[in-house]
């Protein structure tokens, strides 16, 4: 459990732009269940996903950067802000453009964010509950006045399209948020954060090469070992166990209760995972906002497009209490709780 203490500080942080932005290119369940045995009626039944975007490789656009710049750009014109006002950017993803350098820095040239210092972080599907944290923290303390913060990822470059007992997850796409320094007192504000991380279940959900460890050699390749191994089941369980401890834990250190939660954006891994987390928290699954049947799961980004996805279309509404919960590979957890 964290224990993260959540220190009074001169300044507080609140989200002014949200942005999105997908590949074009639609796959269904029934185009996955000609190349792969499954079927559609199981896909949607055991993970309520019926399509994911899949990038194309070929297309800059749609590389990972591509589709972080365009969710930026989207962010930064909602939020009123040039490029050139970010103080920095922090780009949660674990499928980089490149190992060198950070797609942040990929980021910040496409958009000319001249003035932005930009890194990645990777804690996987929690890396954007990582990355808003981080970002609010230095607002805090006056280390940065803004930021842009990104969860974007290209998952479909690191599945092994041959496991059905994976490749029906995933997708690819990006989200992004704006963060401004505002008044500690101000109700619309970022309030807490809780982050976890248990490296000693790394082999729930790992990619066995292609860092340093393992080079991709021809035999490596053949055994796809530079692609996603998960052990789906395992992951399941505790993903519903730490998202719900994490969960309670933001209600508690705010001193709330799930009726004063307006809605929950978790991490749209499997929509079983989300509705057992509403049910262990006693939360009607009408406040669980979802957008995993369109998208599937595209790791880091699937917090942010749901939140904007909620804010263009008017459900998110000032005052209203929201809770980020997320769990992901490490395996990572995170909590973050705001007021719109
Ligand atoms: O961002 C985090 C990433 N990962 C996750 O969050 C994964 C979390 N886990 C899950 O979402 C689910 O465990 C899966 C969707 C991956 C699998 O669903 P499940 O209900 O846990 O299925 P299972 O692994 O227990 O398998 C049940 C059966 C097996 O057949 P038998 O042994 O009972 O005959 C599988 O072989 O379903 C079979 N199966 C499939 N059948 C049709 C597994 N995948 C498929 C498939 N189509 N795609």
């Given at each position: 459990m964290a224990t993260q203490p959540q220190v009074p500080s001169a300044f507080a942080s609140r989200i002014i732009g949200t942005g999105s932005h997908f590949p074009q290119k639609i796959l269904t369940n029934g185009e996955l269940a000609k190349t792969v045995d499954t079927t559609d009626e199981w896909i949607q039944e055991r993970t309520g996903i019926h399509s994911r975007h899949i990038s194309n490789s070929s297309n800059p656009a749609e590389w990972n950067s591509g589709l972080a710049t365009e969710a930026a750009r989207k962010a930064l014109e909602m939020a009123g802000?040039?490029?050139?006002?970010?103080?920095a950017i922090f780009l949660a993803t674990c499928?980089?453009?490149?190992?060198?350098?950070s797609t942040a820095c990929w980021v910040q040239k496409n958009l000319g964010a001249k003035k932005a210092w930009a890194l990645d972080l990777n804690a996987a599907c929690s890396g954007f509950i990582f990355g808003l944290s981080f970002a609010d923290q230095m607002i805090r303390t006056g280390f940065i006045r803004n930021a842009l913060v990104i969860g974007s990822d290209v998952l479909s470059a690191f599945?092994?399209?041959?496991?059905r007992g994976s490749c029906i997850l995933f997708g690819d796409g990006a989200g992004a948020v704006v963060v401004e320094q505002t008044s500690?007192?101000?109700?619309h504000r970022i309030y807490t954060s809780h982050l976890k991380s248990d490296?000693?279940?790394?082999?729930?959900?790992?990619?066995?090469?292609?860092?340093?460890?393992v080079e991709v050699t021809p035999e490596v390749f053949e055994r796809k070992d530079h692609k996603m191994q998960m052990k789906g089941r395992e992951i399941f369980k505790e993903a519903v166990r730490t998202m719900t401890e994490y969960a309670e834990l933001a209600l508690s250190a705010n001193r709330l209760t799930t009726a004063d939660i307006s809605w929950v954006i978790a991490h749209q891994a499997n929509a079983r995972i989300i509705e057992s987390v509403a049910k262990r928290l006693d939360l009607p699954l009408e406040k669980m906002l979802m957008n995993i049947e369109r998208r599937g799961n595209n790791s880091a980004a699937t917090i942010p497009t749901v939140l904007d996805e909620n804010v263009r279309n008017q459900k998110i509404q000032p005052g209203q209490f929201i809770l980020l919960d997320a769990f992901g590979a490490g395996l990572t957890t995170g909590s973050l709780l705001l007021r719109w």
């Open positions: 802000k040039k490029p050139e006002d970010i103080d499928t980089p453009d490149t190992l060198i350098p599945t092994n399209w041959n496991d500690p007192h101000s109700p490296g000693a279940l790394w082999e729930l959900f790992h990619i066995p090469a292609g860092g340093s460890r």
